[in-house]
T-cell receptor, first 115, second 114 residues
Framework: DAGVTQSPTHLIKTRGQQVTLRCSPISGHKSVSWYQQVLGQGPQFIFQYYEKEERGRGNFPDRFSARQFPNYSSELNVNALLLGDSALYLC??????????????FGQGTRLTVV | QQQVKQSPQSLIVQKGGIPIINCAYENTAFDYFPWYQQFPGKGPALLIAIRPDVSEKKEGRFTISFNKSAKQFSLHIMDSQPGDSATYFCAASMAASGTYKYIFGTGTRLKVLA
């Protein structure tokens, strides 16, 4: 089975632009979560989607949005990019949405650089 | 209360040594504690995880020790190898408001010398 796949792997954008990041979860997994990892820090929770519905949102501005498609793949959108949005964006796939002890498997991430 | 504090920030050991990484939490609602290994330019990879009703779990050379009363847990890497050189993150998770998210520690950069 393929693991979590994210695209693109690297991206350079200019301040004020918009970006869309994509994630395909592990086959059979219905939950996708997005995390932001700034260099030298642990990942920070942005969103969780389960069965195409938003189940949770972290402390991120409304410039960040996401959606999940019927095939459980997901997109993360960030509008009006700021220099501080430069980070590794990680997608995590899990079988269930909010069950106790749900294992989460991460993709390789999308490295976003805002200049 | 949702923080997970991780130490040390960095660690250097000789090959064959036993590095120990520690994490502490405050919120007793956390119910799942995974450890992730991350190599440069890669996403975190699930290494081992424990639930609070278990005091120790071993998988290969990796062991988690869990102290529920102290709200602390640690990762031990037995017979460490240069290939173990990576950044290690502890995490804690719980269900809240219909979601299940992970709170990560700040990471420990481990270097194993040959």
């Amino acid at each position: 089975d393929a693991g979590v796949t994210q695209s693109p792997t690297h991206l350079i954008k200019t301040r004020g632009q918009q970006v869309t990041l994509r994630c395909s979860p592990i086959s059979g997994h219905k939950s996708v979560s997005w995390y932001q990892q700034v260099l030298g820090q642990g990942p920070q929770f942005i969103f969780q989607y389960y069965e195409k519905e938003e189940r949770g949102r972290g402390n991120f501005p409304d410039r960040f949005s996401a959606r999940q498609f019927p095939n459980y793949s997901s997109e993360l959108n960030v509008n009006a990019l700021l220099l501080g949005d430069s980070a590794l964006y990680l997608c995590a796939s899990s079988r269930a949405g909010h069950s106790r002890g749900t294992e989460a498997f991460f993709g390789q991430g999308t490295r976003l650089t805002v200049v | 209360q949702q923080q997970v504090k991780q130490s040390p920030q960095s660690l250097i050991v000789q090959k064959g040594g036993i590095p120990i990484i520690n994490c502490a939490y405050e919120n007793t609602a956390f119910d799942y504690f995974p450890w992730y290994q991350q190599f440069p330019g890669k996403g975190p990879a699930l290494l081992i995880a424990i639930r609070p009703d278990v005091s120790e779990k071993k998988e290969g050379r990796f062991t988690i020790s869990f102290n529920k009363s102290a709200k602390q847990f640690s990762l031990h890497i037995m017979d460490s190898q240069p290939g173990d050189s990576a950044t290690y993150f502890c995490a804690a998770s719980m269900a809240a408001s219909g979601t299940y998210k992970y709170i990560f520690g700040t990471g420990t950069r481990l270097k194993v010398l040959a």
